[in-house]
């Protein structure tokens, strides 16, 4: 087989494999979306593994970064909920209570802020939202039965 042959079947053999790959890759792209479109809400997780601590315990909490407008937004919407921050307190103007605890923030930081919480009386995390517009608190807040926004949980 001269060399010219060779190129051109190498050539066929490589556009014939990356087309395949491509088509395997648009399969998956399928799947997810059906998996996605078969709950409105988005897809469902596993529930957190996250422990913040007694100081938590029945509380909503919102884990949030000064320099995120989202976060700020979203502190305005709570009423009596626990600001959890690596911040100093002093950097938030805000009503809620403040808490710059580093061990908590780092079982949360991984996530993208803001990151709205329900913990439950163990000070473990039983339910986690993040939230991607500000209405969408008031919306977590009703499915979680809690009265009003952010009001301290029952034990």
Known sequence: MNPGTAFLVI???????LFLGLAAVLREVRLLRAAVARDPRGFSAAQPDVVLGERFA?????????????CLAVSRRLTDAVLLTHERPEVWDTPLDVVSDREAWRAVSHLA??????VDAT?????????VREEQVDEVL?????RGAGVRLDP
């Open 11 to 17: 050539t066929w053999a490589a556009i014939v494999v």
């Open 58 to 70: 029945n509380r909503v909490v919102l884990a949030a970064d000064s320099g995120c407008p989202l």
């Open 113 to 118: 802020p803001p990151v709205l919480m329900r």
């Open 123 to 131: 000070g473990r995390v039983a339910r986690l939202v993040l939230p």
């Open 142 to 146: 009703d499915e979680w039965g809690v």
